[in-house]
C-alpha cells in the first residue's frame, strides 16, 4: 500500500504571513492538530496545535500579533519537516514517523504539498482493511504509536 491511499489530498494550510488567531480558527474549525505551512504550493513548515500554545504562553502576546512565520523560525516552532512522497510505501512511512517520533508527514512532490499522512489516517485504515494485502495491521499501529510515543527526553539521555 502506498501514501497515496491514504493521505488526506487537501489538507487544511495557512500562509507565513496569517497570525496566530486565524491559524487557531482553522484548527478549531477542521478539528485537525497541525497546519501545512505553505507560500505559493511550496512547504515551508508545520504548525501544531503545541506550537501556537507554546508560541503565545512564552511571549506574551494576543494571537492576533503573532504571525506564523515568527513562530516557524523561534524556538517553539516545529523544525525540521520530515517527508515522504505520494509513491512512499506505508510500510516506510511509518518508519519515518517512529524514526523521527511526529504523528503526520507532509507528502511532497517537488517541494510542493499534494497531501498529508497522520497516525489516524493508518489507524482508520487498519480498523477497516486490515486484511487486505498491503494495509497496515492493528500490530503495526501500536508498534509505531509505541515508537512516537517515546517521551523525547528519554532518547536525548539513550
Known amino acids: 500500500m502506498k501514501v497515496h491511499e491514504l493521505m488526506t489530498t487537501a489538507p487544511v494550510t495557512v500562509l507565513p504571513d496569517d497570525n496566530l488567531a486565524f491559524a487557531a480558527q482553522q484548527l478549531w474549525e477542521n478539528d485537525c492538530g497541525v497546519l501545512p505551512v505553505v507560500q505559493d504550493g511550496r512547504l515551508l513548515g508545520l504548525l501544531t496545535d503545541r506550537d501556537i500554545a507554546m508560541a503565545l504562553g512564552m511571549r506574551g502576546l494576543p494571537a492576533r500579533e503573532v504571525r506564523v512565520a515568527d513562530v516557524l523560525q523561534g524556538t517553539e516552532g516545529t523544525n525540521p519537516i520530515f517527508t515522504c ?40 485504515e487498519a480498523k477497516e482493511t486490515a486484511a487486505e494485502e498491503g494495509a497496515p495491521t492493528y500490530e503495526q499501529v501500536g508498534r509505531a504509536l509505541q515508537g512516537i510515543c517515546v517521551h523525547r527526553l528519554a532518547v536525548a539521555t539513550a
Open 85 to 124: 512522497s505520494p509513491d512512499t510505501t506505508l510500510a516506510d512511512a511509518l518508519k519515518l514517523l517512529v524514526q523521527h517520533q511526529v504523528r503526520r508527514l507532509p507528502v511532497v512532490e517537488e517541494g510542493h504539498l499534494v497531501g498529508l499522512l497522520s497516525l489516524n489516517d493508518v489507524a482508520l
